[in-house]
Each structure stands twice: as C-alpha cells, then as structure tokens.
C-alpha cells in the first residue's frame, strides 16, 4: 500500500504571496494531520481534520487554512506569506485522528518564501 | 499545558556502544509519549509509544524506553547503535483521549566509526 504522499515536495514562493499544499491520506485513514517543522526545531501542530471537519487547530494565525476533501485527501493554504513561514510542512494520517492510533507521516512539503 | 523537553541538543556515540536519550514532560495526568525518528530526507517515523501498563515499552529497530512517572521521563535506549541509527530524534506528548501531539525540539545523534 501507499504511504502518505504531499505535493509538492519543494516550494518557492515571495512574501505576500500565497501558497497550497496537498497532502493524500494511506487509503482507509479518514484523518489528516498537518504540522510546521522550523528548521532545528520539533514539528508543532496546525490542524486536524476528521471526517470533512476541522476537529482541532494549533497556535497559528488566521493565514493558516486547510480544508478535506470527501477522499479524505487535505489541502492546506497559507495566505500572505512571511519569511517565518519557511519551513517542512508535514501531514500524517490515521484511522480515527485519535493518539491511541498510529500516525503516519509523509515526506513533507519544504516552502522557501523569499 | 503540555510540554515536552529534550536536554540534549545532539549526542555522538561510537558504533556498537550504547545510546540514551533523554525526555521530560510536562502534564497533569498521564499522558500518551511517544518517539519518532526523522532521517534526512524521509519524514517521521514512529519507533514506540506508551499509554498504560508495563512502563517499559519495545519499539522498532531495537529500541526501548521507560516511563517513569516519578521523574516525569520517557528515556529511549538502544543496548547497540548501528551507523544507521543516525538522525534526529523527538519525543512527543498527547492528552489521553486527545488528538493533538506535542513534539520536543529533538536531539540529533550522530554515530561515529
């Protein structure tokens, strides 16, 4: 079976500009995870999705969206791009978004803004 | 809130000689912990967790850790690195019944010849 894929893997964008990001799910997960990794630092939580609905968000501004899809596949959007915004943008999914069940983790999306 | 605190910011150790990582949270109650590994390149990947029960837990590759409530800690052993344990390593925290993970800023281990 597949495992997590994100598009794209690499991405440059200016400040101010905004961008997208696609993460699909191990077929059967019906929740997706999305989480920031500054360079040297640990990942830090953005959202949960579950079934089509937000089930949680991180300490992140408004800039930051994402929504899924009835494939359980994610988008996540940052408008109005700051440097600080560079980072590995990572997505995991699980059966049920709870903790008891594994997360899995794709390879990342790496967004330079300039 | 939770918090979680991984003191040493990269370890070097020799081939075959063995490894402790160390990680401390910060939580009312009992929390979920985890470790993941992070390769260059590759994205995480859960080598064990803990929930309840026996506070020493087996994982992937060789790895081990245990909690201790006392010490509030989750230290991850291995008894023999292998070159290809080289990455970063993180420790993490979820509530019980929760779905958000709580990550520590990681150690890096580096494994010399």
């Known amino acids: 079976d597949a495992g997590v894929t994100q598009s794209p893997t690499h991405l440059i964008k200016t400040r101010g500009q905004q961008v997208t990001l696609r993460c699909s799910p191990i077929s059967g997960h019906k929740s997706v995870s999305w989480y920031q990794q500054v360079l040297g630092q640990g990942p830090q939580f953005i959202f949960q999705?579950?079934?089509?609905?937000?089930?949680g968000r991180g300490n992140f501004p408004d800039r930051f969206s994402a929504r899924q899809f009835p494939n359980y596949s994610s988008e996540l959007n940052v408008n109005a791009l700051l440097l600080g915004d560079s980072a590995l943008y990572l997505c995991?999914?699980?059966?049920?978004?709870?903790?008891?069940?594994?997360?899995?983790f794709g390879p990342g999306t790496r967004l330079l803004v300039l | 809130a939770q918090s979680v605190t991984q003191p040493d910011i990269h370890i070097t150790v020799s081939e075959g000689a063995s490894l402790e990582l160390r990680c401390n949270y910060s939580y009312g109650a009992t929390p979920y912990l985890f470790w993941y590994v992070q390769s260059p390149g590759q994205g995480l990947q859960l080598l064990l967790k803990y929930f309840s029960g026996d506070t020493l837990v087996q994982g992937i590759k060789g790895f081990e850790a245990e909690f201790k409530r006392s010490q509030s800690s989750f230290n991850l052993r291995k008894p023999s690195v292998h070159w290809s344990d080289a990455a970063e390593y993180f420790c993490?925290?979820?509530?019980?019944?929760?779905?958000?993970?709580?990550f520590g800023a990681g150690t890096r281990l580096f494994v010399k010849a």
């Open positions: 999705y579950y079934e089509k609905e937000e089930r």
């Open positions: 995991a999914s699980s059966p049920d978004g709870s903790l008891a069940e594994t997360q899995y």
């Open positions: 993490a925290v979820g509530a019980t019944g929760g779905f958000k993970t709580i």
